[in-house]
């Protein structure tokens, strides 16, 4: 698997995600349309042109997927059991059409799990971040990631 086991996770570990990806204007009033969120900001230029930012942001929850999907090839791919939860979730600069999303993660804790000895709960941060190293979006999350599976016995005659 492309993805770590919980046993491959320590606390302090910090991971630095080649992937980067580079949203675009399509991007933005897709996912706007798609999810029925008619904000100006995001959709209407002439409105968005007259604000502090001077042009449309890209819609939030858009950049928290995205910040999300990039970390998934290094880190949950295949040993992941489920997102437990999204929690503390940060804009301190706004995504525009044009920026390249790049991420850092780090491990913050880690427990076993109490009803299932396969699995351990991890609970990381990531950090979103445009082209010029900004901030663009902070989170924290806790995923359930399956521990490494044990070798199998040598067959016994």
Do not use: C
């Not at 968005?48 to 939030?60: D, S």
């Not at 949950?76 to 804009?91: F, S």
């Amino acid at each position: 698997m492309a993805g770590k086991y919980y046993d491959d996770l320590h606390v302090g570990m910090k991971i630095q995600h080649a992937l980067g990806r580079t949203i675009t204007e399509m991007d933005n009033v897709l996912f706007s349309t798609l999810t029925m969120n008619p904000q100006p900001l995001h959709l209407n230029e002439d409105f968005a042109a007259q604000t502090r930012f001077g042009q449309r942001i890209v819609n939030g929850i858009f950049t928290l997927g995205v910040v999300v999907g990039i970390t998934v090839g290094d880190l949950t791919q295949g040993t992941i059991v489920a997102n437990l939860g999204y929690e503390r979730v940060v804009h301190p600069h706004p995504v525009f059409h044009g920026d390249t999303i790049y991420v850092e993660t780090e491990v913050l804790s880690m427990r076993e799990s109490r009803s299932r000895p396969d699995v351990g709960i991890v609970r990381l941060k990531h950090w979103g971040k445009n082209q010029h190293g900004q901030v663009v979006v902070e989170v924290e999350r806790t995923v359930m990631f399956l521990k490494r599976p044990s070798p199998s016995a040598p067959p016994t005659s």
